[in-house]
Structure formats: C-alpha cells, structure tokens
Nanobody
C-alpha cells in the first residue's frame, strides 16, 4: 500500500505561481512513476505531468513550458511547480502513483483556483 497526501493548493491571481507537494509513504519501492492529474468542474480528470523513477518527465500540451514536475527521493516527495497560471488551470489537483503491477494510488486532491 502507498499513501499520498497533497498540499500547497489555494487561490492565486492569473500570471502567478504556485507549488504543489505530494508526500508519499508506504511501499515506495514498488512505485514505477508518479503523476499529477487535475479535474475541473464538469470535466473529466486529465493527466497534467508524469515523472518516472529514472526522472523522465512528460507534460500535457496545455501546461508545457509553464509547469514542472520533480521528485525528491530522499523525502519521498513529488512536486508540481506551476508558473504563469491561467484561470483555465483552476481544478482539483491529484497526486498519483503507479506501481509495477499497473495499480494506481491516489491522493485526496488539493484545490487550485486561479482568479482572472
């Protein structure tokens, strides 16, 4: 089992920055990759960014050049640095972990609201 706890959400003005954190605990060695997803009201949950155990990253086109995913293995933490935020980035952001058996773990989510 893996437990994920997000923090760092809140209200920010358009053009501002925010950093989300995700603390992981439990069977961390079983984790193949971490990711951030988001879900806006009335929309499906979408993938924002992923990072593998080797450090390879991928981003949704909508956030490329603005968001950066990173991890600190010594702290069992994953981060999402969000710059140049737009109102359309408003959503609940979820931390996700995938293990080597293709099982997904989810955090409880943290609200990010970008005002125009």
């Amino acid at each position: 089992q893996v437990q994920l706890v997000e923090s760092g959400g809140g209200l920010v003005q358009a053009g501002g920055s925010m950093r989300l954190s995700c603390g992981a605990s439990g069977s961390i060695v079983s984790i193949k990759s971490f990711a951030w997803y988001r879900q806006a009201p009335g929309k499906q949950r979408e993938l924002v960014a992923t990072i593998s155990t080797g450090g390879s990253t991928n981003y949704a086109d909508s956030v490329k050049g603005r968001f950066t995913i990173s991890r600190d293995n010594s702290k069992n933490a994953v981060y999402l640095q969000m710059n140049s935020l737009k109102p359309e980035d408003t959503a609940v952001y979820y931390c996700n972990a995938e293990n080597y058996f293709y099982y997904y773990y989810w955090g409880q989510g943290t609200q990010v609201t970008v005002s125009s």
